[in-house]
T-cell receptor
């Protein structure tokens, strides 16, 4: 168990809908990262937050947004869902996330949320 | 430039054998190279990681070999066990304003008893 929790574990929804995925980082970790895992794209970095502020953006669609709250949990919002959004969404956390010692930058992954868009 | 190429896509090894997975990168700014292990239905878990200032790192049966000039790194699993059957991902990151991970495409390892 990495200490990172994600809810829900599974999500089934229809095209055009909006969903929210939730992540609680390990105790003491300030950075949260979101990754998408699909068969055709593999594991892709979406976005990183550090202590409530956006730190980096990857291949995140404009229909997707995220935020990190004062208690450091994070939510990934996916809207106007399309069939191609079906994937596993992972959250990871690390102590740091701003270029410090690598021991502080190690990312620990949660169990993921499996999203199926029908 | 931001890609990490991983091979093979799948690998079958007999119990007790050596499993070898290779990765290559182009961006010389990468300065952190972790390997993650993923079991079905689970999130990736850090297995072992290396920085480019060392050529080899060993942890138990797992060894990373790093060739900076060739921009390649590999994972060796000695005495492979059926419990090692999983998908393995190499990754690379640039320590700096962010340490987002760029993942390889993954290798599905099956260790036959």
């Amino acid at each position: 168990d990495s200490g990172v929790t994600q809810t829900p574990k599974h999500l089934i929804t229809a095209t055009g809908q909006r969903v929210t995925l939730r992540c609680s980082p390990r105790s003491g970790d300030l950075s949260v990262y979101w990754y998408q895992q699909s068969l055709d794209q593999g594991l892709q970095f979406l976005i990183q937050y550090y202590n409530g502020e956006e730190r980096a953006k990857g291949n995140i669609l404009e229909r997707f947004s995220a935020q990190q709250f004062p208690d450091l949990h994070s939510e990934l919002n996916l809207s106007s869902l399309e069939l191609g959004d079906s994937a596993l969404y992972f959250c990871a956390s690390s102590v740091g996330g701003t270029g410090g010692a690598w021991a502080r930058e190690t990312q620990y992954f949660g169990p993921g949320t499996r999203l199926l868009v029908l | 430039q931001q890609q990490v190429k991983q091979s093979p896509q799948s690998l079958i090894v007999q119990k007790g054998g050596i499993s070898i997975i290779n990765c290559a990168y182009e961006n010389t700014a990468f300065d952190y190279f972790p390997w993650y292990q993923q079991f079905p239905g689970k999130g990736p878990a850090l297995l072992i990681a290396i920085r480019p200032d060392v050529s080899e790192k060993k942890e138990g049966r797992f060894t990373i070999s790093f060739n900076k000039s060739a921009k390649q790194f590999s994972l060796h699993i000695m005495d492979s066990q059926p419990g090692d059957s999983a998908t393995y991902f190499c990754a690379a990151a640039i320590r700096g304003a962010t340490n987002k991970l760029i993942f390889g495409t993954g290798t599905l390892l099956a260790v036959q008893p």
